[in-house]
């Protein structure tokens, strides 16, 4: 496989349920990235890992946990979402410095 | 606070035609900018990037430019064809670790 996989491609939860997106970049870049997509809104960053660690989180509320483990695998753990949630979650990744990003095809969440 | 703006928001036009996006930007202390493809429920492809230092880039059917002291850049599509519907977004590198800002895009339909 090459370039950048999201699982799973949908969802649906209820706002009790607790779920994980998974994010595996092939490219041997050492960033990682969260963006939220709501419709008719700009693409949202919530979270950025540089050389696995956390060096970016844009005031995203605690119901969403990040996780890397590794430079290539990138979670993101859900807990008692609000239906304003829903949304198009896209994960990106990177070479540090000025290089092009490289995004998934993204999960689309939907809160019940 | 950088500010990213697409003009048109949506655009139709007949097959064969070449056209150009619009990307408006407020603060000119950028790193690059990116130009991105975005089909229905899918995630982000790169077209082009340019680097602060250049003017403009060619892929194919395409170019995009830059002028970082009007704020501006255009992506130009020469011989359009219907695969080329998609939504077109534009992101402003204004930062260290992908500090991104995009616009909201601009849907294109390209009318066999």
């Known amino acids: 496989e090459t370039g950048v996989t999201q699982t799973p491609r949908h969802l649906v939860m209820g706002m009790t349920n607790k779920k994980s997106l998974k994010c595996e970049q092939h490219?041997?870049?050492?960033?990682m990235y969260w963006y939220k997509q709501s419709a008719k809104k700009p693409l949202e960053l919530m979270f950025v890992?540089?050389?696995?660690?956390?060096?970016e989180n844009n005031s995203v509320p605690s119901r969403f946990s990040p996780e890397c483990p590794n430079s290539s695998h990138l979670f993101l753990h859900l807990h008692t979402l609000q239906p304003e949630d829903s949304a198009l979650y896209l994960c990106?990744?990177?070479?540090?410095?000025?290089?092009?990003?490289?995004f998934g095809n993204g999960t689309r969440l939907t809160v019940t | 606070k950088q500010e990213v703006t697409q003009i048109p928001a949506a655009l139709s036009v007949p097959e064969g035609e070449n056209l150009v996006l619009n990307c408006s930007f407020t603060?000119?202390?950028?790193?690059?900018l990116q130009w991105f493809r975005q089909d229905p429920g899918k995630g982000l492809t790169s077209l082009l990037l340019?680097?602060?230092?250049?003017r403009e880039q060619t892929s194919g059917r395409l170019n995009a430019s830059l002028d970082k002291s009007s704020g501006r850049s255009t992506l130009y599509i020469a011989a359009s064809q219907p695969g080329d519907s998609a939504t077109y977004l534009c992101?402003?590198?204004?930062?260290?670790?992908?500090?991104?800002?995009f616009g909201i895009g601009t849907k294109l339909q390209v009318i066999p």
């Open positions: 340019i680097q602060s230092s250049q």
């Open positions: 990106a990744s990177s070479q540090m410095g000025n290089s092009p990003l490289h």
């Open positions: 890992y540089s050389l696995e660690e956390r060096v």
């Open positions: 992101a402003v590198n204004s930062g260290g670790y992908q500090k991104v800002t």
């Open positions: 490219l041997g870049h050492n960033a």
């Open positions: 603060d000119s202390a950028i790193y690059n």
